[in-house]
């Protein structure tokens, strides 16, 4: 069984750095790509990152945000730096089995964490 398992976030002020982690088990993290999204409040889910197999990151936001990954650990990583109120979301990783390739969208992947919420507030 897949399990994807999100940790890291909390509340910072504004400013502060994260890095969340995203624990994968039942699968070798090694073949696959990661993406990372974020939900906000309100708003529709947005892709903020992926890093492929070859190491290779794909930012769809800004360079705040830096992926990368441990395959020996078969865990990936989100750096955010800079954080900022508008980056209060909840936080989600997500891998597609059987593909080293990267997508914006949420629903191409068929493996998802449930998630980790980010509050950004002095």
């Known amino acids: 069984q897949v399990q994807l398992v999100e940790s890291g976030g909390g509340l910072v002020q504004p400013g502060g750095s994260l890095r969340l982690s995203c624990s994968v088990s039942?699968?070798?993290?090694?073949?696959?790509?990661i993406g990372w999204f974020r939900q906000a409040p309100g708003k529709e889910r947005e892709a903020i990152s992926c890093?492929?197999?070859?190491?290779r990151t794909i930012n769809y936001l800004d360079s705040r945000f830096i992926a990368s990954r441990a395959d020996a650990e078969n865990t990936g990583y989100l750096q955010i730096n800079n954080l900022n109120p508008d980056d209060t979301a909840v936080y989600y990783c997500?891998?597609?089995?059987?593909?080293?390739?990267?997508?914006?969208?949420?629903?191409?992947?068929?493996?998802r964490g449930q998630g980790t919420q980010v509050t950004v507030s002095s």
């Open positions: 997500a891998i597609k089995r059987g593909t080293t390739v990267c997508s914006s969208s949420f629903r191409w992947y068929n493996y």
């Open positions: 039942g699968v070798t993290l090694a073949g696959v790509a």
């Open positions: 890093i492929t197999t070859s190491q």
